[in-house]
């Protein structure tokens, strides 16, 4: 059987050539951190003592206050985003074009606003003593309109013929959109919609604008007033943050491939306990099919035996 391919096989030149590229490739990025780590320590950034401020109580605790807020904006904001999301999704999927026009408005002109300048002005002009407010409402606004996006490319991508089958079992609109097309588009675009959300979780660092203690600005204050041997811990501090800052985004993704594997598993595990109910039933494509009928016992033997006959 043949198999058709993007691209051809390397032959064994091509390979060590590859292989050549690899290792100049590999030594010069190794080249170049250990010329920015020798920079570094020449300037005294990587000496212990700059470490060891992490040491102290209060320090940790900024840290750990900035970590606290960073998620609450974030959780304020991932919610938000996902309800605007489904609103304008919808909204932009409507058969009204008043309703059309000003959802595809508003997705269109919030996503070309720079985010920093929609938060700030949400600060200034509605929620001067909410920060943490402004920060959520502004990265509610700006994600939701691409997460609208992202929802409504998932319900296009769903067969036409799904929804005209529940139309024709007397489904309305709205039952058709929250019952068959909406829960695909999620599942199918999962993916990118927990993309996003990283982005969202990122781009809390924002706040630091608008004066919200979240982690970076946490970061700022913490550099900027810990002075060693004369110089402010900015290196050390930017280490430790951005650390934690990875770790955050590493543990969402983590989060979304496990809720992505529950769900394919509860889908697969609904056909199975369904067959698993059924005593004697073969699970086959998600169907329970009952075993073929033995003659012995079966309509005929039943008849035969009250007429008193025998084969």
């Known amino acids: 059987m ?7 096989a390397p032959g064994p030149k091509a390979a060590t050539r590859n292989r050549i590229y690899a290792v100049v490739g590999s030594l010069a990025i190794i080249a170049l ?8 320590a020449d300037k005294g950034h990587l ?38 999301g ?31 300048i929609t938060i700030y002005a949400i600060w200034v002009g509605f929620l001067t003593d909410y920060s943490m407010w402004a920060l959520a409402l502004g990265l509610s606004i700006y994600n939701g309109s691409v997460q609208a996006e992202v929802l409504r490319a998932g319900i296009n991508s769903v067969p036409k013929g799904q929804s005209e089958a529940a139309y024709a079992l007397g489904m309305s609109k709205t039952q058709v959109m929250v019952s068959v097309l909406m829960p695909q588009a999620v599942r199918a675009m999962l993916p990118t919609i927990i993309s996003q959300l990283v982005v969202t979780l990122k781009d809390t660092s924002l706040g630091f604008i608008i004066l919200y203690p ?13 002075q060693v041997n004369g110089q402010y811990a900015y290196v050390s501090t930017i280490a430790v943050i951005g650390t934690i800052y990875v770790a955050m985004c590493l543990l969402l993704s983590a989060l979304a491939t496990w809720i992505e594997k529950r769900g394919r598993r509860a889908k697969t595990g609904i056909a199975v306990a369904t067959a698993a109910e059924t005593p004697g039933a073969i699970p086959a494509g998600g169907l329970t099919v009952p075993p073929a009928e033995d003659p012995a016992v079966g309509p005929d033997a039943d008849a035969d035996e009250g007429t008193g006959k025998k084969g």
């Open 33 to 40: 951190i250990s010329v920015g780590l020798m920079r570094l």
């Open 2 to 8: 043949s198999a058709s391919v993007l691209y051809d």
């Open 47 to 84: 000496a212990p003592e700059m470490w060891d401020i992490f040491n102290y109580s209060g320090i940790r605790q900024n840290i750990a206050d900035g970590v606290l807020a960073t998620l609450k904006a974030f959780g304020l904001a991932a919610i938000g985003s996902l309800i605007f």
């Open 86 to 116: 489904v609103v304008l999704a919808v909204g932009r999927l409507s058969d009204h074009k008043p309703v059309r026009w000003a959802a595809t408005t508003f997705i269109e002109l919030f996503r070309s606003i720079p985010l920093l």
């Open 214 to 226: 979240e982690l970076l600005q946490t970061a700022r204050l913490i550099a900027a007033n810990t």
